[in-house]
């Protein structure tokens, strides 16, 4: 198996950083806010993103970094806040991987990255859009206890 190049291994640990990332403020609008939609469905998806890269890292023999967000990020004063972020952060999060896609041609690493982008454009961008455009209080709302999706 060929080595990863720098700019691919910095590619995985910034993608992996970044799903991370999300998966830790989506967590705190749900522990803040109770289980409302759009934002469990998607810290669980990204509980499964993390898992697609992680499992890159462990196909090239690269340590899995933790997760280091829980605990250090955003919190928002209210449910309307805390969609209109996640808008602009899954914007971000598809020029994001726009940028890693020019680090590697590898079919692999490319196919994980293309799939994560779209979820992330296809999917998670219009219901966060959805909620912040229709207010907070159009979002699903659920009981507050502890949903499945946790990162170590």
Same mark, same amino acid.
């Given at each position: 198996m060929d080595r990863l190049t720098a700019a691919e291994i910095q590619a995985l640990h910034e993608a992996l950083d970044d799903e991370y990332h999300a998966w830790a403020t989506y967590d705190q609008v749900i522990t803040d806010f109770g289980?409302?939609?759009?934002? =469990?469905?998607? #810290?669980d998806a990204e509980t499964r993103h993390a898992q697609a890269l992680s499992a890159l890292f &462990?196909?090239?023999?690269?340590?899995?970094? +933790?997760? &280091?967000? #829980? !605990? #250090?990020? &955003?919190?928002?004063?209210?449910?309307? %806040?805390?969609? %209109? +972020?996640?808008?602009?952060? %899954? =914007?971000?999060? !598809?020029?994001?991987? %726009? #940028?890693?896609?020019?680090? &590697?041609?590898r079919p692999d690493i490319v196919a994980v990255l293309r799939k994560l982008q779209q979820a992330s454009q296809q999917r998670h961008l219009p219901a966060f859009q959805r909620c912040a455009q229709r207010g907070a209080s159009s979002c699903g709302a659920g009981r507050r206890r502890r949903a499945r999706g946790a990162l170590p």
């Open positions: 289980e409302v939609r759009p934002f =469990v469905p998607v #810290r &462990t196909r090239y023999g690269l340590p899995i970094p +933790a997760n &280091t967000w #829980r !605990g #250090r990020v &955003t919190r928002y004063a209210s449910l309307q %806040e805390a969609c %209109e +972020a996640a808008v602009a952060a %899954e =914007v971000a999060n !598809g020029e994001m991987y %726009e #940028r890693l896609l020019a680090a &590697t041609q």
